[in-house]
């Protein structure tokens, strides 16, 4: 005789014990007074000129330090070093994203109160880094526009997921015939109201006021803290 | 793809109930899946199956609930469901939808087990 199949009623987040890591180190972060902002885009977009830029300039006024994710060499982590800034390569092997057990690890020996800000840069991926809370404060989408204006209606998700999108390479938008407004109004279609920078690290247009951005958002978490 | 590591996820989290309650195999695994939740329901439903050899799951059917994105309408001040999620708008007065209620879940809600 069979025996009869039992229904068993479950809860089980899938994504449990990353967020449960992810809200560890977040509590962590804000005790140490650092500001975390985390890096997501496709490859090539431009997140690790962007990021030296954003090292080099503000090292002069801030303790800053970049984790860089990628799925095999360590030439970002070169790259970013020439900011003087310390910086960590996380290589992920085959995996597509960042999770929050490699961030942890990548701290490990670095004293967080010694940071202002703590960028960290994903794999280039739009799809898979959506998933996965890595306790950041502020998680920056990047654009370039050479991708082209509907990337956010073709990757809705990790727009949603994100706090505030930056479109990159803004030297390049003529050559390109770029068109900013289509861009930007994809943009608010799958994200309402989200905050949008546009720059280029190369001239360094528009970096300025990011920078002044980024205090001001620290400032006030410090204040609410 | 990071189908995979979710499908191990689920299989990881499944066994240790089917211990916990003296099972011997699983028939079946019931999953909510979120339109928001950035998973790719086939290419999980592939991952699946190869994730299962050689455990108590191994021949079970995954069973994939499709979840829609829920938001908050701030001028109906109602909750609406999103029929596409590349428009955050209210689908009644069309009125932008920044507040997500739903739809980023992936959550295991039951199973069918031979003990």
Known sequence: MNPQPRLVELRHNVFKKNDLLARELRSRFQEAGVHVISLVSSPGSGKTAFLEKMLTTMRAQFRVAALVGDLATENDAARLARSQAPVRQIITGTVCHLEAEMVQHALEGWDLQDLDFLFIENVGNLVCPASYDLGEELRIVLLSVTEGEDKPLKYPTIFNSADVAVITKSDLALATEFDWLTAESNIQSVRPGIRTFRLSAKTGDGMAAFIDFLQSRRSAAIASA | ?115
């Open chain 2, 1 to 115: 793809m990071h189908e995979l590591s979710i499908a191990l996820s689920i299989i990881e989290g499944v066994s240790e109930e089917v211990e916990r309650l003296g099972g011997e195999q699983v028939t079946s695994v019931r999953l909510k899946l979120g339109a928001l939740s950035g998973v790719v329901k086939d290419s999980l439903l592939f991952s699946y199956q190869l994730a299962c050899e050689g455990t108590p799951l191994e021949g079970s059917e995954l069973i994939v609930e499709e979840t829609p994105a829920i938001v908050h309408c701030p001028r109906c001040d109602a909750d609406r469901v999103l029929t596409t999620v590349q428009h955050f708008r209210c689908p009644q007065c069309g009125a932008p939808t920044p507040e997500v209620l739903s739809g980023r879940e992936v959550e295991v809600v039951g199973m069918e087990m031979i003990s």
